[in-house]
């Protein structure tokens, strides 16, 4: 058995579709599915149900399944050790952040890996932290740096980076714009201008609203918030946004306003899969994390 069969499978697995598998993987669709075919005859066990609507796994192949990604992650681990040893002032690191953070949180700390680390190649994904966390799990990504972070999760090695509150911003002729501070209860009958859906903070806000007994009418969601400040300064709505990126809004239109009892807070963290080897290039970036202080 070839370790590139069991990828092929692996990925017909996740794709649940051969078409779409052969396009990932860069083959024709007819050799995909002979060598899926083959590998079925040497299992001696059909892997797929070919006459469902979408293909889906046998019995079979959903045990074959759990054990193919066990390899494909030891011989991940051995590949990338051997070229850890091999080429160890090289290196490459694929990093996930959400854009609602990105730049006013860790500008400093990857400005400052790159100036010690010239030669290694560094690739940002800019996703929620809920796809993040999706793309650390299935190895797409090799560090996450993810809002409102896990307590405990046995997939993810976690650190702790900062806890940052939220702060109300609203448009200067909005009457609630003279308050010092704010209740939280007191912004039910605004219009709220809301991170996207896949944006764990969107589920902290909504949760906090049902608690104080109301359901807010979101007038717009966005993953960008210099667009959330646009809505804000265009009279749309209010907007709930760490204290770090209150500090930052350069505008006369708008106003940051404190919660008198701040209950929604960002937690930045950072995560990476556990029992999986570290690069040269992920293990020093997760030393200088661990070393950055945020002010």
Not at 65 to 86: G, R, S
């Amino acid at each position: 058995m070839d370790i590139r069969h069991v990828e092929y499978f692996a990925e017909v697995a996740k794709q649940r579709n051969f078409t779409k598998a052969a396009t990932v993987l860069h083959i024709s669709q007819p050799s995909l599915s002979k060598t899926i075919k083959n590998l079925e005859n040497e299992l001696g066990a059909p892997l797929f149900d070919r006459g469902a609507k979408q293909l889906e796994l046998t019995d079979a192949g959903r045990a074959f399944l759990v054990n193919a990604m066990n390899v494909l992650d030891a011989f991940d681990n051995l590949t990338a050790e051997l070229n850890d040893v091999i080429h160890l002032k090289k290196g490459e690191i694929k990093i996930g952040i959400p854009p609602i953070i990105g730049a006013a949180f860790f500008s400093k700390l990857i400005s400052n890996y790159k100036e010690a680390h010239p030669t290694f190649d560094m690739t940002l994904h800019e996703v929620g932290s809920n796809s993040i966390k999706q793309g650390v799990r299935e190895g797409e990504l090799d560090i996450g740096l993810i809002c409102n972070i896990p307590i405990k999760n046995e997939s993810f090695e976690i650190i702790q980076l900062l806890k940052d509150p939220l702060m109300l911003i609203v448009h200067t002729d909005n009457p609630i714009a003279n308050e010092a501070s704010i209740d939280f209860a007191a912004i039910e009958k605004e219009p709220f201008i809301l991170y996207r859906n896949d944006f764990s903070l969107h589920d902290r806000i909504m949760e906090a609203c049902s608690n104080h007994g109301f359901q807010p009418t979101i007038v717009c969601e966005s993953s960008q918030k210099d667009f959330m400040i646009e809505m804000v300064e265009a009279k749309l709505g209010v907007a709930l946004l760490p204290s770090k990126i209150c500090g930052q809004i350069n505008s006369r239109s708008i106003t940051a306003i404190p919660f008198t009892n701040p209950i929604v807070h960002l937690e930045l963290g950072m995560i990476w899969k556990k029992h999986k080897y570290l690069p040269y290039a992920v293990r020093e970036f997760i030393a200088m994390s661990e070393n950055f202080i945020y002010q």
